[in-house]
């Protein structure tokens, strides 16, 4: 076994290598860009070594200053994680030049299963079934379109290069073709540098089940069961589970068997997943599912296998990398209970999962788990770090295992509904409402599920009068008395106030809320709420809200929503009058991709007008309300956080009630 290895990444993934690490009692060391001086991985690790500045391309996509930090802490081997190096068979090239160790398989597998198109070919020369479809190198218009008829409409472009769901566009209809190939081609031009595609047929009720395998080198591969990725949003997981729901012996035999077959067609040693899609519309059938791509390396969801097998996935990677054989046989490897992933991110589901920044002000995992389940937190990050725009914005992984799926998914939701995040727009809700999903919890999930139940999966309803109340009475001050976190149970209060209400400005979005709190004679607090929330009703508050405060800001949790109220400096008034003007800015950090309306041109409220590319992926801004351009953003433009992009000549009807206390 090495005696120590360097972990060529960030996050959770980083956190999670040196665990077992140090378990095995391998030392570590981690890599950081500027960004991540203080992050958790480099504390986490047994040493650090610093490899540049903030963006990817910069430190973590380094490889020469990767490999020299293995060389310089006398680490003997390189765990890539996943994401940046960990599929790169140059890197592996330059690793095993400096007398290295990758682990992970060799580069020639990576090239065989690097691109789509000609993974495909392979496979379908190993005979494993591959998704019907065009995956030949001429790439004209053309020929795409007409191969498209062939295939029959809906078909699935994909960029050859792709990942992450990047560069791919299902289209309806001949018509739509052209620009849904452009769109396709710009991604994935900006997320590979390839721009090249393949066009497959779209599988009808398709399900995303995919194998773990693992192989040494001595050719041995078992299989570690599979693992269900169907829920998804613009073909990114979600939430993910293993075994596969309503999973029949036939298909599980024929699929793992076609991914053992798979990966000793390139004689892959180390960890792998093979993914295959199903189609599910006439349920699971053994005949029914195709090769899509393997990943050549660990994947975000391993830890439902690990739950399920009870198998350290890098433990066995560590010791296949460092020449010991598989530690079971096929036979030894069990299935028990069932588990799930749930992908905590920074971003807004509301608005069609936009990417989130902000500081982690307030961060509180459940604890214990749930009754009748165990828990795993997979984080990379603690209370007040930052979720920066250079890397992805996930926050934690919540993985629970329960004896069975019903068990497993009520442990779930209870999970994420115990879950406190604040100080940027996070995905909990939106998880939360997933679990709760009536075809979700009856395991009937499709890859088109959550597109189909989005708006009743995002909907966040308004904060409730107590949940206003509870904002007002933190941001009143009244909660900031000495010796209690709880303004509820302190009866000190009484001190700073008087008979007469105390008036309470809050914001929660666009809207103005005015509080007024006062204490009764007996000592509780009373708030009430201006129109329209509740006129008629004042508050008594009984149970202690959770919430989370830090100064101008109020956020309270009601299950796994956490409403998030701004308290407004009068002070600052001037300067929100002057936010507020009828002008879009840019929700984070990115580039004008192209621009589609004109100055002076009138738009309508839900009218694309330009499209801004941000964390590699296409978003689409939309005219808010109607009105006439009175300056756009110029094409090609790099935008900043809060960048205005869009200024409309007349000015938007606010619905905002005054925040002026006169
Ligand atoms: P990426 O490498 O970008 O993740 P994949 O090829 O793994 O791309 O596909 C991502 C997701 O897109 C799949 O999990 C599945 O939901 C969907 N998908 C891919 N191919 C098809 C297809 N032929 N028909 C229907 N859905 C598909």
Known sequence: MFAKILIANRGEIACRVVRTARRMGVRSVAVYSDADARALHVETADEAVHIGPSPAGESYLRGNKIIAAALATGAEAIHPGYGFLSENPDFVDQVVAAGLIF??????????????????????????????????????????????????????????????????????????????????????????????????????????????????????????????????????????????????????????????????????????????????????????????????????????????????????????????????????????????????????????????????????????????????????????????????????????????????????????????????????????????????????????????????????????????????????????????????????GYAHFHAVARRTLLRFGEQGIVARVSVRPDGRFEVALDAPYDSANSHDLRAAPRLARWPGHVTVFEGAIGYGFAVPDPLARADEAAAASGSLRAPMPGLVKLVRAGKGEAVIKGQPLLILEAMKMEHTIAAPHDGVIAEIAAEGAQVTDGTVLVRFAEEPQLTAVSLSTK
Request: net charge negative.
């Open 103 to 492: 682990i992970g398989p060799s580069a020639a597998s990576i090239r065989a299963m690097g691109l789509k198109d000609a993974a495909k070919r392979l496979m379908e020369k190993a005979g494993v079934p591959v998704v019907p479809g065009y995956h030949g190198e001429a790439q004209e218009i053309v020929l795409l379109a007409s191969k498209a008829r062939e295939i029959g409409y809906p078909v699935l472009i994909k960029a050859r290069a792709g990942g992450g769901g990047k560069g791919m566009r299902r289209v309806e209809h001949p018509d739509d073709f052209s620009e849904a190939l452009s769109g396709a081609r710009r991604e994935a031009k900006a997320a590979f540098g390839d721009d090249r595609v393949l066009v497959e047929k779209y599988v009808d009720k398709p399900r995303h089940i995919e194998v773990q395998i693992f192989g040494d080198s001595f050719g041995n591969v078992v299989h570690l069961y599979e693992r269900d990725c169907s829920a998804q949003r613009r073909h990114q997981k979600v939430i993910e589970e293993a075994p596969a729901p309503g999973m029949t012996p036939a298909l599980r035999k024929a699929m793992t068997e076609a991914a053992v077959k798979a990966a000793k067609a390139i004689h892959y040693s180390g960890a792998g997943t093979i993914e295959f899609i199903v189609d599910a519309s006439q349920g699971l059938k053994a005949d029914r599912f195709w090769f899509m791509e393997m990943n050549t390396r660990l994947q975000v969801e391993h830890p439902v296998t690990e739950m399920v097998t009870g198998i350290d996935l890098v433990e066995w990677q560590l010791r296949v990398a460092s020449g010991e054989k598989l530690p079971k046989t096929q036979s030894e490897v069990a299935l028990s209970g069932h588990a799930f992933e749930a992908r905590i991110y920074a971003e807004d589901a509301a608005r069609g999962f936009l990417p989130a920044t902000g500081t982690l002000h307030h961060l509180k995992f459940p604890q214990p788990a749930p009754e009748g389940a165990s828990m795993r937190i997979e984080t990379g990050v603690r209370a007040g770090d930052a979720i920066s725009p250079f890397y992805d914005p996930m926050i934690a992984k919540l993985v629970i295992h329960g004896k069975d799926r019903r068990t497993a998914l009520t442990a779930l939701g209870a999970a994420l509904s115990q879950t406190e995040i604040a100080g940027s727009t996070v995905n909990t809700a939106f998880l939360a409402a997933l679990a709760a999903d009536a075809d979700f919890a009856a395991g009937d999930v499709d890859t088109d599920l959550i597109a189909r139940h989005q708006q009743a999966l995002t909907a966040v309803p308004p904060p409730s009068g107590e949940t206003i109340a509870a904002a007002a009475l933190a941001a009143s001050g009244a909660g900031d008395l000495p010796s209690s976190d709880d303004p509820w149970s302190s009866l000190a």
